[in-house]
């Protein structure tokens, strides 16, 4: 950014011609632009696209740790309104499917002001138990259930505890932590509803030597 003079002209004598002096209220209106520029283009960014969130404990050991740095794609996957007062100048609603296994950012039910990150383990319609340590589902698919394969991202010694079984309405995901010793998740606040998810996590940040793309 310029905010002195515009290129100087020299003719082939080398005499300075047309030289231009800016003031401090020049470099203000400069200023105020920038700032409306970036007001333009962040707000649109974080309200529809994507939004940082930090890591608060251990719910997600060992795959997300506490402060880790994560940007979460919400385009299509949450529903968002733009109003000014009574006038909804824009609504989108959520068009992308969330897949088993995806790490996701969401408003847990009956309790405000807060976001959680969790693993998806059922999806809309599924029957979900949680018995013997172990996960089952049961869906069109497989009718007779099967027990679910989280080895992609947990270890084989990892055990679910509790005793549930869940069935799932068309708009609701059972969610749940990593660290399932040390995770308030769906075994606690019951299946999420897909308007409460905010978004999937598309990478984390930092630190730099945990940099990951999901």
């Known amino acids: 950014m310029s905010f002195s003079t515009s290129p100087n002209k020299i003719d082939d004598n080398s005499e300075v011609e047309n030289e231009e002096v800016y003031g401090v209220g020049h470099f203000l209106w400069e200023i105020v632009k920038i700032g409306i520029l970036a007001f333009i283009i962040i707000i649109p960014v974080r309200t529809f696209l994507f939004q940082p969130f930090s890591v608060q404990g251990s719910s997600m050991e060992p795959n997300f740790h506490n402060r880790e740095y994560l940007i979460v794609g919400e385009f299509g996957y949450k529903e968002t309104h733009i109003r000014i007062g009574d006038i909804n100048l824009f609504h989108s609603i959520p068009f992308r499917t969330l897949?088993?296994?995806?790490?996701?950012?969401?408003?847990?039910?009956?309790?405000?002001?807060?976001?959680?990150?969790?693993?998806?383990?059922?999806?809309?319609?599924?029957?979900?138990?949680?018995?013997?340590?172990?996960?089952?589902?049961?869906?069109?698919?497989?009718?007779?259930?099967?027990?679910?394969?989280?080895?992609?991202?947990?270890?084989?010694?990892?055990?679910?505890?509790?005793?549930?079984?869940?069935?799932?309405?068309?708009?609701?995901?059972y969610l749940l932590g990593d660290n399932r010793s040390a995770s308030r998740d769906s075994r606690f606040f019951g299946p999420v509803s897909k308007s409460l998810i905010t978004g999937k996590v598309l990478l984390r940040a930092w630190p730099f030597d945990r940099f990951d793309i999901f």
């Open 99 to 173: 897949h088993r296994g995806d790490a996701v950012v969401f408003r847990p039910p009956n309790i405000s002001g807060q976001y959680f990150i969790k693993r998806v383990v059922g999806l809309p319609g599924e029957m979900i138990e949680i018995e013997n340590d172990r996960v089952s589902i049961r869906n069109e698919q497989s009718p007779g259930g099967f027990f679910l394969d989280e080895s992609e991202y947990l270890s084989p010694t990892v055990r679910t505890e509790g005793k549930q079984k869940i069935q799932l309405a068309d708009d609701e995901y």
